[in-house]
């Protein structure tokens, strides 16, 4: 009488096989996963360093007359750039600030008060738009006056910079979209913004 079946052995190959390949689909599964949780980090940082690009670049355009009567622009430096701009649609104008320190950039905003209107730095309310900047020198901000780009020689202008000279910025940005792989995932961003209300031709 022949005995049908598995052998001792052969069960343990069997199971060794099955758990081998087990772990195999494991680490497959894990390796896709994160590969689809970076990209999709990468998509969210993306996504929100364009939105706050493109943020920037609309209230620097159409920045206008404090509600003080002050001038549409405050101050201009290589990482910051202070200007009144009705930022929330509320036809009053907001004092606004954008500041990269470091590898953050920060969002400052006063509401004025009063009549006549004052902005007490006090009330300044502030907030982190990205950690993640990786400009290593670049300055986030460059100005030029109204002869740019035929007037290469006095362009972009020097800062702190004159107010009165200022009609198009420059905003450079570059974020590490993914903290883990900084030196594969560097997303730059530029875009040259004229200011609508200190246009010559209007």
Known sequence: MTNKGFTLIELSVAGFVMVVLGIGVMGLQKILADSELAGFVNYVNVDEANYNVSQMAREIRTMRQGQNGAYPMVSGTDNEIRFYSDIDYDGVSELVRYTLDGTSLTKGTIEPIGFPATYPAANEVTKVLTENVQNAGIPLLLYFNDGWPEDAANNPLPTPVDLAEVRLVRISLNINVNPDNAERSIY??????????LKDNL
């Open 188 to 197: 730059s961003l530029s875009t040259n913004v004229s200011i609508r209300t």
